[in-house]
Each structure stands twice: as C-alpha cells, then as structure tokens.
C-alpha cells in the first residue's frame, strides 16, 4: 500500500506535470527547428510568438465569456485558439516582410538574422505589454479538474490522492493531435515535401521550381499556429504573463538543441528530456522516500537538489553539456 501511495505521489508531482510541460516545450521547440531547418536562423523572438499568439486568443476569450460564449466543461479558450492562431500569423508574416525580407534577399549571415529576431523580440514583448499589460492573467474556465484528488481517494481508499488537471488532458491530447497532422502535412502533402527538399537543399529545391516565398510563408503560418497553440495550453496550465514566456526561450532553445535543430523528432524528444530533467531535479523527494522506506528511517530534509527558482539554470547546464559534447543533438540535427 506504501509503494502505491509513492507511486501516486510521484505521478502527482513529477510524471503528470513533466508529461504536460513536456508537450508545452515539443510544440515550442518544433516551432524554433522548423525556423532553423527552413529559413536558416535562431529565432529568438519565438518565446514572445508565442506570447502575442496567447494575448488574442485571451483577448477573444474574453470577448466570448462577454457575450456568454462558453464550451461547458472544457476551457473558451479552445474556441478562442484559431482566431489566436490566424491573429498570430498575421503578425508574424508582416514582420518577415517588413523586416527578415529584406535581409534574405541581402543573403544576410545568419548571426545577423539572430541580432536582429532579438529586435523583434523586445518590439514584440513591448506590444503584448502594452496591450494586455504584465501582470498574470488567469483565463482558465470550465470543469478544472479530470478527476480531483479526493475523488480518486474515495474510489481507491489509498491515502495519497491522483489529482488530474483539465488544462493537462487537454495539453497531452492536443500535443498528439498537432504533432500527428504536421508530420502528416510535412511527409504527405506536396507543400510539405517542398518545405523539406527547401530545408535540405536550397539550390536544389529552387532548380526543381520551388517556390521559396511561398515556403517561407507557409512555415511562418505553420510556426504561429505552433507557438500560439504551445502559449494558449502553457497559460491555462499555469497563467499567462508576458514576462514568463520571454523566460520560455531558454528551455525551448534548449529542448531544440538537445533533440539535435532541424530535427522536428528530435525537438519533441528534447522537449520531455528538459521537462522531466526540471521537474524531478526541483522536487522535493521527501514524501516519497518517506513512503518507500521503513517507518522512523525517512529523511529530515526535503531531499531537493535546486529549489524551483534555479528551475531554468537545469536547462542552461543540460545546453551547456549538449553544446560542449554532442552539438548536433541525440537526434544529430544541424550543429549550432
């Protein structure tokens, strides 16, 4: 009966947040790659992409708790997300062609594409700022929970509860849904097959009569929806402020990295080895070493090996050590 209530503990606190917080990062990290792996640069203004594609779909969630709008037991937020994703895709098309356009066609070094997304960056942190302010903004409605810690104790009679989020269920099934149809949409379709070829050879794809704006467009579509959708399920997982998703950069970088850039199997898999690294190094073990050893012979200590704020520096130490020893990923992407 210990071993289970352990068991439950750790699903609680470690595998079930890791699982949520690992898709919020593949679908971010697959965004970056597909940038780096297509138009050749390190996008850092991704994180706060991410956050402007959030802001409409709260804006219009709002708009749509006014008018009485809602999806029941499931978040407005979810109806609200394709007027988020086509807000999104509208703001980023019109930054390439206001600004990365323009040094595409000067064949710019992609260092100079970098300093410069780090511009759009601070313009588009500036934006989400002014118009929804900083402070947090909890949207979440509907039902919260899948299942409540004391309902799980009174079905099972253990003393540890499971306690399952809504805004987690629907973060795992939509992940799956998202990653499925773009690995469809990249290997099935014509458009798709043209992104790859462009990403693997550029001379190649244009002698073969691709269209190159035509590629870039779609994948600034493809990266808005991505972003927005990893924004909108982050924010009703936890709460949305502009600041965190500046934070985000750093693990979502990092999940890229560690997958190996440019692989989009490899983004995913970076997501969940950064996820699960966080959440079980910030842990307090203490409950669970309680349960799984002899009575009087638990620790004193919460046996933690950071606190949660030293919660990025996992990240930061995971790149360092992925940069200095395998720079193309576990999944040999592009190096860095």
Known sequence: MDLLNAFITLANFVIIPAIAYGSQLALGALGVTLIYGILRFSNFAHGDTMAFGTMVTILVTWLFQAWGISLGVLPT???????????????????????????????????ILVIVSMGVMFIMNGVVRFIIGPDDHNFSDGERFIISARTFRELTGLEEGLAIRTSTGITVITAIVVVALLFWFLNK?????????????????????????????????????????????????????????????????????VGGLGSPVGAIAGGFVIAFSEVTITYAWKKVIVYVLPDGMGPDGLVQLLSTDYKFAVSFIILLVVLLFRPTGLFKGKSV
């Not at 937020?77 to 595409?104: E, H, K, M, N, S």
């Not at 959708?229 to 950069?249: E, N, P």
Request: hydrophobic letters at 55%; a positive charge; one cysteine or more.
């Open 77 to 111: 937020a979810l109806l609200a997300l394709p007027f988020g994703i086509a807000g999104c895709a509208a703001f980023v098309l019109l930054t390439d062609r206001a600004v990365y356009r323009f040094y595409r066609a000067q064949k710019a070094k992609p260092v």
């Open 189 to 257: 379709t014509r458009t798709g097959k043209s992104m790859r070829a462009y990403s693997d050879n550029e001379d190649l794809a244009l002698l073969s009569g691709i269209n190159p704006e035509r590629v870039v467009v779609v994948t600034w579509v493809i990266v808005a929806a991505l972003a927005t959708v990893a924004g909108t399920l982050y924010g009703l997982d936890k709460s949305f402020k502009a600041f965190t998703y500046f934070q985000l950069l750093l693990p979502i970088f990092a999940s890229a990295i």
